[in-house]
Antibody, heavy 121, light 110 residues
Framework: QVQLAESGGGVVQPGRSLRLSCTSS????????LHWVRQAPGKGLDWVAA????????YYADSVRGRFTISRDNSRKILSLQMNSLRPDDAAKYFC??????????????WGQGTLLTVSS | QSALTQPASVSGSPGQSITISCTGT?????????VSWYQQHPGKAPKLIIY???NRPSGVSNRFSGSKSGNTASLTISGLRNEDEADYFC??????????FGGGTKVTVL
């Protein structure tokens, strides 16, 4: 069974940094693109970033470009999201999702359960 | 980045069919076949139910179907069931190598 598990969420002050991780078990993720998607409490889904299977291509939403960095370590099956200069509107549950393509598509068949980020002073 | 436009809510009685629209532009829905739909129950992760406009993943009921005309994609749920009560989100690839979701539609089974 494919499982994705996010970690690293918590409470952070505005302007500070935090790093989220997503680990996989049950199936290899090295052949697929991976995404981060967030959802503020009671709100809709918001795509954040994506990375191709080999890490050579990275894609960002305008709202996070220049502040967030997506990366992956296929040998350790870890997807990361380094978040800098955090703002209150970054507060959300962050999901990782596995694409069905090696380059990014909108076909995300596997999702983790999410990790919650709170940005507050 | 403007979200795709979905109705906030749609309702129907068991057994009926409902359709959810998702309107974008030629830079996203209208320009690409990379349009998907996700179902999300409260407190759960989203579930892929339609990809590439009108394809169903293995294991997804054939009561779910997708289509597209111009800049508008649509999700139809036939033979509505109580378990279909959930939030539904469309998603599309967008020019400049980004992805955009719709605002979401809450489906209520009366």
């Amino acid at each position: 069974q494919v499982q994705l598990a996010e970690s690293g969420g918590g409470v952070v002050q505005p302007g500070r940094s935090l790093r989220l991780s997503c680990t996989s078990s049950g199936i290899t993720v090295s052949q697929y693109a991976l995404h981060w998607v967030r959802q503020a409490p009671g709100k809709g889904l918001d795509w954040v970033a994506a990375i191709s299977s080999d890490g050579s291509f990275k894609y960002y939403a305008d709202s996070v470009r220049g502040r967030f960095t997506i990366s992956r370590d296929n040998s350790r099956k870890i997807l990361s999201l380094q978040m800098n200069s955090l703002r209150p509107d970054d507060a959300a549950k962050y999901f990782c999702a596995r694409d069905e393509s090696d380059y990014a598509s909108s076909r995300w068949a596997y999702w983790g359960q999410g990790t919650l980020l709170t940005v507050s002073s | 980045q403007s979200a795709l436009t979905q109705p906030a809510s749609v309702s129907g009685s068991p057994g009926q069919s409902i359709t959810i629209s998702c309107t974008g532009t030629s830079d996203d829905v209208g320009g690409y076949s990379d349009v998907s739909w996700y179902q999300q129950h409260p407190g759960k992760a989203p579930k892929l139910i339609i990809y590439d406009v009108d394809n169903r993943p293995s294991g997804v009921s054939n009561r779910f179907s997708g289509s597209k005309s111009g800049n508008t994609a649509s999700l139809t749920i036939s033979g509505l069931r109580n378990e279909d009560e959930a939030d539904y989100f469309c998603n599309s690839f967008r020019t400049s190598d980004t992805f955009v979701f719709g605002g979401g539609t809450k489906v209520t089974v009366l």
